[in-house]
């Protein structure tokens, strides 16, 4: 079961009223990010737009801006310290029509331990 958390009020707005208008409007019903990190250097490796049957969308063309705001609120999400020592990866998810974010994280040791949490704005 994953951990609610609560997102920050003014993040909350902005993704609210700014973000989840925007990629509603261009038909996006799920954004999907990869992400990984080591030794002090990481992020977001891989960013995809989906629609309501599953088919990608290409909102780098549609509204360039969109992905690098998208990309920047993801990040907001990561966990800290993913990208210390022997780093980390996941997969972020953001189901648009109700707000939830999702966040599966493995963190590398000698083993690898994984995580989940959910967020609804």
């Known amino acids: 079961m994953p951990i609610r958390q609560k997102v920050p009020a003014e993040l909350a707005h902005e993704i609210r009223s700014e973000l989840l ?12 990010a990869d992400y990984s990190g080591y030794q002090g250097k990481g992020g977001i490796d891989m960013l995809g737009f989906i629609d309501q049957a599953g088919a990608p969308i ?6 360039p801006f969109l992905t690098s705001h998208v990309r920047d609120v993801l990040a907001e999400f990561l966990p ?19 707000g939830t974010f999702r966040l599966d994280h493995e963190r590398n040791f000698i083993s690898t331990r994984s995580s989940s949490r959910e967020w609804t704005v």
């Open 21 to 32: 208008p925007r990629l509603a409007a261009l038909g996006v019903a799920l954004v999907q």
């Open 58 to 63: 290409d909102v780098e063309q549609a509204d």
């Open 80 to 98: 800290d310290g993913f990208e210390e020592a022997e780093g980390g990866q996941g997969d972020l998810l953001l189901e648009v029509s109700t």
